[in-house]
């Protein structure tokens, strides 16, 4: 099936499970909707479930202007695939760069949103890094654009990729061959517009104070550059809950999906139930302990 964006790009999208609430899952960079399949397959038991390609990823349609690619456009290609798909509000869930989509998701369309799930996201967000990153961006875009097969195999062997390998070599083959399919224009466009131009968190600051959805941010503790934004998240958005998973790298939900379906419904059934509410206020961070 497929839904139209604003600017007519056709959005491919699939759906599991016909009752319960819908969860919405966004993917990653390095990923595809196919890299959400031990979700969709656990989740549509009890849930209807929407995964699509974003745009620039086949079989969504590959717009070779990059000026079509933006963390804005992400954001509202997430709602036109939910109203194709007919819901109006859903739990939204991302890994990275879908993490980066259901922050700025829950900022923009919180009524839209049942909750919002942020995995491993983080990547430039830390100020002394902001500059770097950018620049590795571009030369990620220049390598995808070369050779996206052969430089699939370096990327897919990243700083936080290979506890993944190390954990499910068979599982990881799988990541770098999705990865190794990537259309070189819409990695390329993917990268120069969308992860190399979004802003930092630390610049969404009044947003996320301002945002009191439930929200399960998840991380692992050998993904270097999301743990510190991680617990910025925890701390500027007053509804939040923080994981991070041990051993574990970037790819949260394919190197540990065990884990990550485990707490991800337990997130789910407590913003359902209403107890999954603001950190209390006398939860004081300022406070050591308490004298008087």
């Known amino acids: 099936m497929f839904a139209t964006a604003k600017?007519?790009?056709?959005?491919?999208?699939?759906?599991?499970g016909e009752t319960g609430t819908p969860i919405l899952f966004i993917h990653e960079f390095g990923g595809n909707y196919d890299a959400w399949e031990p979700q969709m397959s656990y989740?549509?038991?009890r849930h209807r479930c929407i995964t699509y390609a974003a745009r620039?990823?086949?079989?969504?349609?590959?717009?070779?202007?990059?000026?079509?690619y933006s963390q804005a456009i992400a954001v509202d290609?997430?709602?036109?695939?939910?109203?194709?798909?007919?819901?109006d509000k859903a739990h939204i869930v991302g890994l990275s760069m879908g993490g980066f989509a259901?922050?700025?998701?829950?900022l923009t369309y919180p009524e839209?949103?049942?909750?919002?799930?942020i995995a491993g996201a983080g990547y430039g967000c830390e100020k002394e890094t902001e500059a770097y990153f950018r620049g590795v961006s571009l030369t990620v875009a220049d390598k995808f654009e070369e050779d996206p097969v052969g430089f699939a195999e370096i990327y897919g062997r990243g700083a936080s990729r290979v506890q993944f390998e190390n954990k499910d070599p068979r599982e990881h083959l799988k990541f770098v061959a999705r990865l190794a399919?990537?259309?070189?224009?819409?990695?390329?466009?993917?990268?120069?517009?969308?992860?190399?131009?979004?802003?930092?968190?630390?610049?969404?600051?009044?947003?996320?104070?301002a945002c009191v959805l439930p929200t399960l941010i998840m991380v692992g503790d050998e993904d270097d550059h999301c743990l510190q934004p991680g617990i910025y998240l925890k701390k500027m958005m007053p509804a939040s809950g923080l994981l991070i998973l041990p051993k574990t790298g970037h790819t949260l939900n394919l190197e540990e999906p065990c884990l990550f379906n485990l707490h991800l419904t337990e997130f789910i059934a407590s913003a359902e139930a209403g107890a999954w509410g603001l950190r209390d206020k006398r939860a004081d961070p300022g406070q050591v302990m308490r004298t008087d």
């Open 43 to 45: 989740f549509a038991r």
């Open 112 to 117: 839209r949103a049942l909750s919002l799930t």
């Open 7 to 16: 600017d007519g790009t056709k959005l491919y999208y699939e759906t599991a």
């Open 181 to 209: 399919r990537h259309d070189k224009v819409g990695a390329a466009n993917t990268m120069r517009g969308v992860q190399a131009r979004r802003p930092s968190f630390w610049d969404l600051e009044d947003g996320l104070k």
């Open 102 to 106: 259901v922050v700025h998701f829950g």
């Open 56 to 68: 620039g990823y086949a079989p969504s349609d590959i717009p070779t202007d990059m000026d079509k």
């Open 77 to 87: 290609d997430a709602i036109a695939v939910m109203d194709a798909a007919g819901v």
